[in-house]
């Protein structure tokens, strides 16, 4: 892997974009009962002026920043906070995933890994889609502030992986479930243009790490650990039993 | 990569300028967490990351291993691990830290289950409930919104308020399950809130059908069973109505090491159960005749003269003179005209064989209504120099003239007589030579007990099984020593629970007997007249009237039922009259609030449901009578999401009635408990609640109770929390038998030191000559018919299930999957193949109740003519949304003894004596059923 560089981004410019891209999207899909997103959301409209494949994230943008916040509340909370049989669409990987064994430690690890520490108040759900986004949001804000290439090349590779193992893995699956339940509603499409940021970006990152040790031309390479994503629905090749095992 | 996505993926140079104006304000904006200084500022070392395998070398450790237990009613407390990382349990392990009671006795650990062993994963489940809900769909339609906790208990507040100072507070019922229950903090919280806002309180005890009635009938207490070590010690052990092997998985193990250290270990049960599989014989037992099957045995002791003279001449009333004109006890109102005025009902006679003569019995005289405590306290059973006669007929005067007397051992025999093996073999199925054998085996050990399980209270005449199981357990002399009597689980004596619920305000609490809570409210009398016949409904209506009339039971249906808080109780679930139960009385509350975990079918149909912790996250204590120590539940990690523990919930409710009545100006208001007046300032709830802001946290309550209930050692909570489990006092042998502990030790003293019991007779009363039982014939206790539904021919058991205590668990994927993953009820093979029925095929289960649906698992461990349902179950996780209680017929089945009343012990006391809501007098059916039959048709 030494081979890997990061000279197929402009790394001052993209970091610091898709860093911010990546809090938009927690922001979209943290709890309004949490927090109150309109005004955070606000400041972010016009990011898909700037990153393309974040365009589709510019109307939600837009529009959840000038929703009834009990608009927002009574929509989220019914569809991924509360349910007669659970939420209709949970919104944490590991419930979306079958509870499997060994997902939530592999996204403790890497939050551990790299500093990144829950308050009391959420530690509990670190698998949630808003937390992992923000997590993304975090390594990019990292990588903008590498002090070098081989510091920003760790920060490229963990997004990879992470996205990869996780949030692209993932989020096709509630993707779909939310549009089975709730085709066209506010956080559907939320949902979607989120999955699609994060689907199109996952490629994006794989197509920008170089391997600087290939031939000239500078092959990209794709983070050896990722499971491959298949499409903007894509699983995860791994065939995970549906509960494996214990945890740690 | 799609040829598409290649089109935008690139963030170019031509849109430089924009992305130099948006790339200067991102900035590090975390709204979950934080990251240590040192790794956020720029250009800082960053951990270096070149493949995902990086992160996985750092060696997990544990924050934290914290000490616990499951709050929950499988009576196990056994003590856990808890690992804790980063906020989160990961794991739990169980503890091997137990002792023993006696040196050669099997020690209590290690402790657990299987569903224990998958909290961890469980309490982060889909199921689980973590915000405050309110429905916004239909009652039952699924929809709902979070709410914050304050406009939660701001509209539960007011509703609470609307109905307390208008029809008053007794229209209000706080239904509390085992799941709060056991947990000795909330359930002193639930009654300090209860008896300062005045709600009925309808016990689960009887409303679940797990009231022994029959055991208090005969020795004046329900608690009568000492820990797991005495099964040890037993030398022949009858596990009768229970399944150890399945309901006990940490305690089962006595039973097999009893056995192999030369116990006979005999199960009774219609159904081959895993219990039967490993005990030394079978007795399979038609559904519904282990009356019948018992009082033969009562025969066989009494003819192969098996009994202990002495004994049931000193402990019980076999040598009581029952006058044979009137079946009355001969007592000294009868005798004389200062003891008629004086109503001297409470002296007893007996035929001395010394002197010829008739003697006062000892220990009788004395009788506080309504148990006679003084009497422990003043008098003895010592015989001294009389020889009671057990058998004879002599002549007595009485103010009626002379009169014919005899014992009641004498009537015993003619009683037993009616149920000799040979005719009892027709009844039960179990030849006669099993019968003789099984008694001989039992009679001729000593120790010999009678493990029992709540199904011994399931059967509408289970008062009469108790009877008769107490009776062989007696005649043979095995009540009160250690190793014999009937083990029906103990209860802690938790004096804090009630002092804590009465503390600066004096006790006002209103309870009453579920199972008379649901006859009144769902009118369950026609649910009688449907299922059984206009007879027996009037008959039993009339004898509920009368006791009610005569005060023997309070009546608490003037009210109504408006409003209801389901805490820890999934009611809609098990009820024994579901349909007539949902239609009449719950579907019509204008308010229901379920209090909760994790979400079942009562929560479903809830209007507000208030999110509660589960056991790794909450401070409590848990004290079980089968193992000798006081368990922790420590807090591993904080209440998820929203969720709060019991205490805190009605800390929000009491904060929210004080709240909204002091904006409604609301003033006191006067309420009658029980011809008691009591004032409720309803401003005041949360002061009163918190003791005036003194109790800060459940950890208090833990506290209050630890300081002030005997038996339990004078720690912190703090230290019990450090050290997981402590020994209870006085528990050095299997049995308890010493009052400073914190368990029902009254029969193992009694017949110790000779202390008389507490009921009316003062003895081990076996005759109760009440004018119902005379009119009943139940004076002694007899084999009765169970009913049936004409035209179906099926009897359905069910029982604890392996998989789930109660409902809890009974989701979790992984236990489901060791199952067949939906609900199943087991029929026999002949059945099966009578009716097309193949192993797998769906089938509906119906009666003239209703019906359900559920996987036809066929078993040669039936009996023909009957099915079995494990319970638990949730009719959420049925095809058409109904369980098995759709068929289960039984709840108005008050049976009109079990509200008798005026005689000694005999009277309505609160999870004492009180009639039990009785789940098998039913018939049912099934056939094949269409396989899609309900598929679109469960509730969202
Ligand atoms: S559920 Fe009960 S029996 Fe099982 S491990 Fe927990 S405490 Fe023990």
Redesign the interface.
């Known amino acids: 892997?030494?081979g890997?560089s990061v000279t197929g981004?402009?790394v001052?410019?993209?970091a610091?974009?898709r860093?911010?891209c990546y809090?938009a999207c927690?922001?979209l899909l943290?709890s309004p009962?949490?927090?109150d997103p309109r005004p955070?959301l606000r400041?972010r409209i016009?990011?898909g002026?700037?990153?393309?494949?974040a365009?589709a994230l510019d109307p939600l943008l837009a529009e959840v920043s000038g929703a009834e916040l009990a608009r927002l509340?009574?929509e989220y909370?019914?569809l991924f906070?509360?349910?007669?049989?659970?939420?209709p669409a949970?919104i944490r990987e590991?419930?979306q995933t079958?509870?499997r064994a060994g997902t939530?430690?592999?996204v403790?690890?890497?939050?551990?890994?790299?500093?990144?520490?829950?308050?009391?108040?959420?530690?509990?759900?670190?698998d949630?889609l808003?937390?992992e986004l923000?997590f993304m949001?975090?390594l990019c804000?990292?990588e903008?502030?590498?002090?070098d290439e081989?510091?920003a090349?760790?920060?490229q590779?963990?997004q990879a992986?992470f996205s990869g193992?996780h949030l692209a893995s993932w989020v096709p699956q509630l993707a779909a479930n939310v549009d089975q339940i709730a085709a066209g509603s506010l956080y559907a499409r939320v949902v979607a243009a989120v999955q699609e940021f994060i689907a199109?970006d996952h490629?994006?990152q794989?197509?920008t790490i170089v391997d600087a040790g290939a031939a000239s031309g500078a092959t990209p390479v794709r983070?050896?650990?990722?499971p491959r994503v298949s499409?903007r629905t894509g699983v995860a090749p791994e065939a995970a039993p549906?509960?494996g095992g214990?945890?740690? | 990569?799609?040829g598409d996505?290649d089109q935008?993926?690139?963030?170019t140079?031509s849109?430089?300028v924009?992305?130099?104006?948006?790339?200067a304000?991102?900035?590090?904006?975390?709204?979950?967490?934080?990251?240590?200084a040192?790794?956020?500022?720029?250009?800082?070392?960053?951990?270096?990351?070149?493949?995902?395998?990086?992160?996985?070398r750092?060696k997990?450790t544990w924050d934290r291993v914290a000490h616990g237990t499951h709050g929950t009613n499988c009576a196990g407390t056994c003590a856990f691990n808890v690992y804790i990382?980063?906020?989160?349990v990961?794991?739990e392990e169980q503890q091997g830290m137990y002792g023993a009671s006696g040196a050669d006795v099997p020690d209590y650990g290690p402790r657990g289950c299987q569903k224990g062993l998958r909290h961890?994963?469980y309490m982060?489940?889909?199921?689980?409930?973590?915000?405050p809900?309110k429905r916004?769909g239909g009652r039952g339609s699924?929809?709902?919104?979070?709410v914050?906790w304050e406009d939660a208990t701001n509209a539960i507040a007011d509703k609470f308020l609307d109905l307390a100072t208008t029809a008053g507070p007794e229209c209000i019922s706080y239904g509390s399950g085992t799941q709060m229950s056991v947990k000795l903090a909330s359930s002193a919280s639930l009654s300090r809130f209860a008896n300062i806002t005045g709600v009925t309180v309808p016990e689960f005890y009887s409303g679940v059908g797990d009231l022994p009635t029959g055991v208090y009938m005969t020795l004046g207490q329900v608690y009568t069973g000492d820990t797991m070590a005495a099964v040890f010690k037993s030398r022949c052990c009858l596990v009768w109505m229970s399944n150890p092997a399945v309901t006990r998985i940490p305690d089962a193990h006595f039973f097999w090491e009893a056995k192999y250290n030369g116990t006979k270990v005999i199960a009774i049960s219609p159904e081959f159960t895993p219990t039967a599989l490993h005990s030394n014989h079978w007795v399979n037992v038609r559904p519904g005749t282990d009356t019948a099957l018992a009082m033969a045995m009562v025969d066989v002791i009494l003819e192969e003269k098996l009994y202990d003279v002495p004994y049931i001449s000193e402990q019980t009333d076999m040598p009581f003179l029952v006058r044979l004109d009137t079946r009355e006890f001969l007592r000294e109102e009868h005798l004389g005209i200062i003891g008629k005025l004086a109503v001297r009902e409470n002296v007893y006679y007996l035929w001395d064989e010394a002197t010829g003569a008739m003697v006062r019995a000892p220990g009788t005289g004395l009788a506080e209504k309504p148990v006679g405590r003084d009497r422990r306290r003043f008098e003895t059973l010592d015989l001294g120099a009389i020889r009671p006669a057990l058998e004879g007929r002599w002549k007595v005067r009485t103010l009626d003239g002379e009169v014919e007397v005899t014992t009641v051992f004498e009537l015993l025999k003619q009683r037993a007589a009616r149920h000799r093996p040979e005719a009892m073999a027709g009844v039960t199925g179990v030849s006669a030579a099993v019968i003789r054998k099984t008694a001989r085996m039992f009679a001729t050990a000593k120790p010999a007990m009678i493990y029992t399980g709540y199904a011994a209270c399931k059967w509408q005449h289970g008062d009469l099984l108790q009877r008769a199981m107490l009776l062989m357990l007696s005649l043979t002399g095995n009540v009160g020593i250690e190793g014999g009597g009937i083990q029906f689980g103990n209860a802690p004596r938790v004096r804090g629970i009630g002092g804590f619920a009465a503390a600066g305000i004096g006790p006002a609490l209103r309870m009453i007997s579920g199972t008379t809570w649901d006859y009144d409210h769902a009118n369950l009398k026609e649910l009688n007249r449907r299922m059984y016949g206009d007879e027996l409904a009037d008959t039993y209506d009339r004898y509920y009237k009368e006791s009610i009339r005569e005060d023997w039971f309070p009546d608490y249906s003037g009210a109504g039922w408006r409003m209801a808080f389901f805490a820890g109780e999934n009611g809609a679930n098990w009820r024994a009259g579901s349909r007539q139960w949902r239609k009449e009385g719950f579907d019509r509350l204008e308010m229901i609030v379920v209090l909760a975990p994790d979400?079942g079918v009562t929560?479903?149909n809830a209007d507000y449901i208030l999110p509660i912790a589960h056991h790794y996250e909450r401070a409590d204590l848990m004290l079980q009578s089968r193992i000798p120590y006081i368990q922790v539940l420590d807090i591993a990690?904080?209440p998820?999401?929203e969720s709060v523990d019991d205490w805190e919930a009605n800390r929000r409710l009491a904060a929210a009635i004080s709240r909204r009545a002091k904006e409604r100006g609301l003033s006191a208001v006067h309420d009658e408990v029980d011809g008691r007046s009591v004032r409720r300032d309803y401003a005041r709830t949360h002061d009163y609640y918190t003791m005036d802001g003194r109790i800060k946290s459940v950890k208090d309550v833990a506290q209050f109770i630890i300081n002030t209930t005997p038996g339990i050692p004078k720690v912190s909570f703090a230290e019990l929390a450090a050290r997981g489990i402590i020994r209870v006092d006085h528990s050095g042998s299997s049995a308890w038998e010493h009052e400073e502990s914190p368990y029902h030790h009254e029969i193992v003293e009694s017949v110790r030191e000779k202390k008389p019991y507490e009921t009316f007779t003062g003895r081990q009363q076996f005759y109760v000559d009440h004018e119902w039982f005379i009119r009943f014939d139940e004076a002694l206790p007899a084999h009765r018919a169970p009913l049936e539904n004409q035209g179906f021919p099926l009897r359905m058991l069910m029982g604890h299930a392996r998989h789930s205590i109660h409902s809890m668990w009974r989701d979790d994927?992984?236990l489901l999957?060791l199952q067949r993953g939906e609900p199943d009820v087991y029929v026999n093979p002949q059945d099966a193949a009578a009716r097309g029925v193949a192993d797998g095929d769906l089938i509906r289960i119906f009666n003239p109740a209703g019906e359900f649906f559920a996987q036809a698992h066929v078993s040669s461990g039936m009996q023909p003519g009957m099915i079995f349902s494990y319970h638990g179950w949730d009719p959420?996780q049925y095809r058409t949304g109904e369980n098995f209680s759709a068929v289960v017929c039984t709840a108005g089945l008050i049976k009109p003894t079990t509200m008798a009343g005026d005689y000694g012990h005999l009277g309505y006391r609160p999870l004492a004596y009180a009639p039990n809501q009785t789940y098998r007098d039913f018939t049912c059916d099934f056939a094949r059923a269409d396989p899609d039959t309900g598929r679109r048709t469960v509730?969202?």
Request: glycine residues 8%; negative net charge; hydrophobic residues 40%.
């Open positions: 892997m030494t890997r981004r402009q001052a410019e993209t610091a974009l860093c911010l809090a927690s922001e943290a009962h949490e927090v955070a400041e016009g990011l002026e700037a990153v393309p494949h365009r509340r009574a909370s019914g906070e509360v349910g007669s049989q659970g939420p949970p590991d419930l079958g509870q939530r430690e592999e403790v690890r890497f939050y551990d890994y790299f500093g990144y520490t829950l308050d009391d108040k959420f530690a509990w759900q670190p949630h808003s937390v923000e949001h975090y804000y990292r903008a502030q590498a002090a081989a510091d090349l760790s920060f590779l963990a992986d193992r199109t490629d994006w794989l197509g983070p050896e650990s990722s499409g549906a509960d214990d945890e740690p | 990569m799609t996505r935008h993926v690139q963030i140079a849109r430089r924009v992305l130099h104006g948006l790339a304000t991102a900035a590090l904006s975390t709204r979950y967490g934080s990251v240590a040192a790794t956020a500022d720029a250009g800082a070392a960053a951990p270096a990351y070149r493949r995902f395998e990086d992160v996985l750092n997990w990382r980063k906020g989160i990961w794991r961890a994963r982060y489940g889909p199921q689980r409930i973590l915000y809900m916004v699924g929809r709902w919104e979070r914050s979400m929560a479903h990690v904080p998820l999401g994927p992984l999957s959420m509730a969202a």
